[in-house]
């Protein structure tokens, strides 16, 4: 079991810049690929970013490039996404996702075992 503890979220302007952590439990989070997602108020969630266990590679929707940013500390037990130039419609709760080492394609909510609580980041215009 690896449990997923989210934070960093709140209320920013837009063009501001948040920094959400999620914190996972155990002591294999280097075998796991990290996902965020997001889901605003009556749609569904949709992929932000992912990082791949085994060589890093990252991933990011189209609307994100540029502005967003995930990494990982595997000493910590932490993957990070950094986000700048924020825009209201990037307001959602987010929440971090793993995979046991993640040989699909890491844009899907499906393949995903465990979920954070979420946080909600709201950017207001």
């Known amino acids: 079991q690896v449990q997923l503890v989210e934070s960093g979220g709140g209320l ?5 810049s948040l920094r959400l952590s999620c914190v996972a439990s155990g002591r294999t989070f280097s075998r ?3 996902g965020w997602f997001r889901q605003a108020p009556g ?18 929707r189209d609307s994100v490039k ?10 910590k037990n932490t993957v990070y996404l950094q986000m700048n130039s924020l825009k209201p419609e990037d307001t959602a709760v987010y929440y971090c996702a793993a ?9 899907e909510v ?7 609580q979420g946080t909600q980041v709201t950017v207001s215009s």
Do not use: C
């Open 12 to 16: 920013v302007q837009a063009g501001g």
């Open 110 to 116: 499906r393949i995903y075992d465990y979920w954070g």
């Open 66 to 75: 540029g502005r967003f940013t995930i990494s990982r500390d595997n000493a």
């Open 43 to 60: 749609k569904e969630r949709e992929f932000v970013a992912a990082i791949r266990w085994s060589g890093g590679n990252t991933y990011y």
């Open 99 to 107: 995979v046991a080492f993640g040989t699909s394609p890491l844009n």
């Open 32 to 34: 796991y690929s990290m």
